[in-house]
């Protein structure tokens, strides 16, 4: 049986103020904190200004 993923997104706040979303794809059951830490770690591997690293501070949503 295949497992469904779905697009969420998720939304991190950076130090220079902006709002960075990142699209993850990912099991309709994954956990937010996993959703997060696959955007965080996106976003850490670019150019753009250090986003934080809260998870608190994140917001998640999945697509329709």
């Not at 955007?39 to 850490?44: I, N, P």
Request: proline fraction near 5%.
């Amino acid at each position: 049986m295949r497992t469904r993923f779905e697009c969420w997104l998720v939304e991190l706040p950076a130090v220079d103020g902006r709002q960075y979303v990142y699209r993850v794809y990912a099991p309709e059951e994954a956990l937010a904190a996993d959703l997060f830490w696959e955007a965080w770690h996106c976003h850490d591997e670019s150019a753009l200004p250090r986003a934080w690293d809260l998870f608190d501070a994140a917001v998640v949503r999945r697509m329709d």
